[in-house]
């Protein structure tokens, strides 16, 4: 498996600005490329923010964890005066692997995903799709619960765990207020990145993440009038709301532009109407997809020089995308028009 691309295609669909985590615990101490053991103890929330932000990979032993809390929720120690859970058990750990799931070596027993509500709601929602089962998470929001309830509930249990993390995982680990951790069974995370590349939608909006456009681009958008996401654009042009994808051609060149607009529209029978007249009129510039009372509009175009040859010229750029979003609004009068009933 991949893990370089499940971690993109995960990042892409959910619009995540940090990496997945992925963790191993082992009764071994291993030797892992790149993992380093910190220069001082660390908690166990900070390593993960870290692989999650900027990319660290870390090998924790015993001595390289600051909280008790951590040293018995990960299976290093046995609590000794009350039982505490949840934590992994037998008490068996002898070492820790964590990096972001692009940078993993090896089998994974746990991925982690920092996200704020907005993302973990989208999250919830496919989870609930993928599954049918309604989510129910476990949380007491103290006691070294990065390390608790995101990893020793999914690996001891194997089910997927959201938290609110604690003060002490927000004071010691970094974590910031809108932040919160859920953890998954390494093998139920991938099973959601299968289901995630199903959708004809999923597929054509895929786009370069920011760290892979030159900065003159984005900064031309920008003066556009458009927002930055992950891997996207959004904004307005002509009065109608768009994201733009930029992607790169198999020379490596930014040449591919997507353009998308969801449209609301009366019904869902309406949309399904609207949906069937614009890949009628689209032929092959794109498609359409009804969603439920929604009407997703998808322009393709390529740009044989590269969309960041031409961002050196902001009036150009600007020309560009006016007249791409022009034909997709001329797209759309006509697909309102067919679907609307005779008069």
């Known amino acids: 498996m991949n893990f370089e691309e499940v971690s993109r295609k995960f990042r892409k669909f959910f619009q995540m600005p940090m990496s997945p985590v992925a963790v191993r615990i082992s009764d071994r101490v291993e030797n ?51 039982n ?17 799931l692009e940078k993993f070596v090896g089998r994974a027993d746990v991925i982690l995903v920092v996200a704020n509500p907005l993302k973990m709601m989208n999250l919830v929602q496919i989870l609930y799709r993928l599954t049918g089962e309604v989510f129910t998470p476990s949380m007491k929001a103290s006691g070294g619960v990065c390390s608790g309830e995101a990893t020793a509930i999914p690996l001891m249990e194997k089910r997927v765990n959201l938290t609110l993390l604690c003060s002490g ?18 093998e139920v995370f991938f099973k959601v990145v299968d289901f995630l590349q199903e959708p004809k939608l999923t597929e054509a909006l895929c786009g370069c993440l920011m760290s892979d456009i030159p ?13 930055r ?69 998808v322009v393709k175009a390529d740009f044989e020089e590269g969309l960041d040859k031409i961002a050196f010229d902001e009036g150009r750029l600007s020309k560009e995308l006016r007249s791409r979003v022009a034909y997709l609004s001329s797209i759309l009068k006509k697909t309102v028009e067919a679907s609307a009933p005779p008069s």
Not at 35 to 51: L, Q
Not at 62 to 67: A, L, M, V
Not at 169 to 186: C, K, T
Not at 216 to 227: A, I, M, P, Q
């Open 32 to 82: 892992v490329p790149g993992a380093k053991r910190p220069a001082s103890p660390i908690s166990y929330a900070e390593a993960v923010r870290r692989a999650a932000s900027i990319g660290d990979s870390f090998l924790l032993l015993k001595e390289d964890i600051s909280r008790s809390e951590d040293e018995i929720n990960l299976g290093f120690s046995e609590p000794i005066y009350v």
């Open 84 to 100: 505490i859970e949840p934590r992994v058990k037998p008490a068996r750990t002898r070492s820790v692997y964590i990096a972001p």
């Open 215 to 227: 900065d003159h681009l984005k900064e031309g958008l920008l003066k556009l009038g458009f927002e």
């Open 229 to 297: 996401a992950t891997d996207h654009f959004f904004g307005e042009i002509e009065g109608r709301s768009v994201r733009l994808y930029i992607d790169k051609d198999e020379n490596g060149r930014l040449s591919r532009l997507t353009i998308y607009a969801p449209v609301k529209l009366p019904s869902g029978e309406k949309s399904e109407m609207a949906a069937t007249r614009a890949n009628e009129l689209l032929a092959g510039e794109g498609f359409a997809k009804a969603r439920e009372n929604w009407l997703d509009l």
């Open 169 to 186: 995982d927000r004071i010691f680990g970094g974590f910031r207020e809108d932040e919160l951790a859920m953890g998954f069974p390494a």
